[in-house]
Nanobody, 123 residues
Framework: VQLQASGGGLVQAGGSLRVSCAAS????????MGWFRQAPGNQREFVAV????????YYGASVKGRFTISRDNAKNTVYLQMNSLKPEDTAVYYC?????????????????WGQGTLVTVSS
């Protein structure tokens, strides 16, 4: 599975931004895609994940209610709509995927990683 992320950029606090991740390769029924992020000096943090088979979604506590993950089956693409952005959302956002979603939100549970896309939120 190859992942190609896009859509990062600079936005003011309170604004919105959408990042995308296109996947190619072989998928399985329990496939899931999502996002992690990493700010300078911090560990990677779980952001959101969507399970391909039933569209169940899960969010990290810091983004719940502000971010929405969705998918386009025809394009094998996942989107992360980010609203009410805060300076602390500034990070490199990584698209991830796993062939089997175990319910884990640990970075070690995701087999595939795309290149990061930088999101900068100015105050």
């Amino acid at each position: 599975v190859q992942l190609q992320a896009s859509g990062g950029g600079l936005v003011q606090a309170g604004g919105s931004l959408r990042v995308s991740c296109a996947a190619s390769g072989r998928f399985y029924r329990a496939y899931a895609m999502g996002w992690f992020r990493q700010a300078p000096g911090n560990q990677r943090e779980f952001v959101a994940v969507i399970v391909w088979s039933d569209s169940d979604t899960y969010y990290g506590a810091s983004v719940k209610g502000r971010f929405t993950i969705s998918r386009d089956n025809a394009k094998n693409t996942v989107y992360l709509q980010m609203n009410s952005l805060k300076p602390e959302d500034t990070a490199v956002y990584y698209c991830v995927a796993t062939n089997y979603f175990s319910g884990s939100f640990s970075s070690a549970a995701y087999d595939y990683w795309g290149q990061g896309t930088l999101v900068t939120v100015s105050s």
